[in-house]
């Protein structure tokens, strides 16, 4: 079971820049988030989609989009970075909802220069 | 929205002794209560869960967690720690919605020979 991959691992950009930071499951989840972490505040959630077409922001959504067009891909894009978006970027899943555990990925490294 | 304090952002125990660290949450309501562990570079993985029932939880790697309603707490312990529970651990709380996680700032457990 591949679970939950993020690409890519890591990634540069320069400010101004635009990317799209990749997750995909294979376990039919159709509950899924993405997280920044940042050192001293835990893990911060920034959209979340509960299925296929549908979703929602979380506490610090700005700067960032996503769309849910199948079950299994949960892209997130960065329009035009900032260097305050220097972080690690991590996509969870679950069945349903977050009152199910949240699987999650190895995470992307993300530096903004 | 929820909020999550955990309180001592770095533990430090000898092989052997008792791992203790503290969760409270913010909430009018029971919400579900989760403890995720994270190592170096990885993703982060559920330890255990609190949704309903026995508010003594058991997880994996001899972890455990007391849910106190009256004190708005979840701490997670551990009888005799091994250098192997040397890691980032995090405490979480699902909003009522079941939509959105709140995560603590996390704990860095470091575990002494």
């Known amino acids: 079971n591949a679970g939950v991959t993020q690409t890519p691992k890591f990634q540069v950009l320069k400010t101004g820049q635009s990317m799209t930071l990749q997750c995909a499951q294979d376990?039919?989840?159709?509950?899924m988030s993405w997280y920044r972490q940042d050192p001293g505040m835990g893990l911060r959630l920034i959209h979340y989609s509960v299925g296929a077409g549908i979703t929602d922001q979380g506490e610090v959504p700005n700067g960032y989009n996503v769309s849910r067009s199948t079950t299994e891909d949960f892209p997130l894009r960065l329009l035009s970075a900032a260097p305050s978006q220097t972080s690690v970027y991590f996509c969870a899943s679950s069945y349903s909802g977050t009152n199910q555990p949240q699987h999650f990925g190895d995470g992307t490294r993300l530096s903004i220069l | 929205a929820q909020s999550v304090t955990q309180l001592g952002s770095h533990v430090s125990v000898s092989e052997g002794a008792l791992v203790l660290l503290r969760c409270n949450y913010s909430?009018?309501?029971?919400?579900?209560l989760f403890w995720y562990v994270q190592y170096p570079n990885q993703g982060l993985q559920l330890l255990l869960k609190?949704?309903?029932?026995?508010?003594l939880v058991k997880g994996i790697n001899g972890f455990e967690a007391e849910f106190k309603k009256s004190e708005t707490s979840f701490h997670l312990t551990k009888p005799s720690a091994h250098m192997s529970d040397a890691a980032e651990y995090f405490c979480a709380v699902s909003d009522t919605t079941g939509n959105q996680f709140y995560f603590g700032t996390g704990t860095s457990l470091t575990v002494i020979p």
């Open positions: 376990m039919n989840h159709e509950y």
């Open positions: 609190y949704t309903t029932g026995a508010t």
């Open positions: 909430s009018s309501v029971p919400p579900y």
